[in-house]
């Protein structure tokens, strides 16, 4: 008789397909409740701007070939090694995208901290 084989159980996350922005966002901040990557996503999009002022200002187109880099390279490294999830860009891009930059403007501003509510570093 042969040894039972074990299988490893893996979490199953439903895989929901949003059609508001508002109802997506509330996910979206789930998906990002670890202080390192919101400071990760907070230094990527700050990138992101400085590339293309500099593009602007220069006239060198590289580097907004750098700014994508720079934003989904911090963000992606937050999610992969800090919040291990995969990126909400996967699977919602266009949300995702709205919601990096509200996100990053809510976190200017004070309407939410970089240290979410279940203080997870």
Known sequence: MSAPIKIKKQKRRVTMRYTSFRAFYAFYLTEHSNRTCRQLHFLGSSLVLLCVILACVTGQLTYL??????GYGFAWAGHFL???NRPASFKQPLFSFM????M???LITGQINFTP???TS
């Not at 919601?99 to 509200?102: E, T």
């Open 65 to 70: 070939i750098a700014a994508p880099i720079c």
């Open 82 to 84: 800090f919040e291990k």
């Open 99 to 102: 919601g990096d930059w509200v």
């Open 104 to 106: 990053y403007w809510q």
């Open 117 to 119: 509510e279940d203080k």
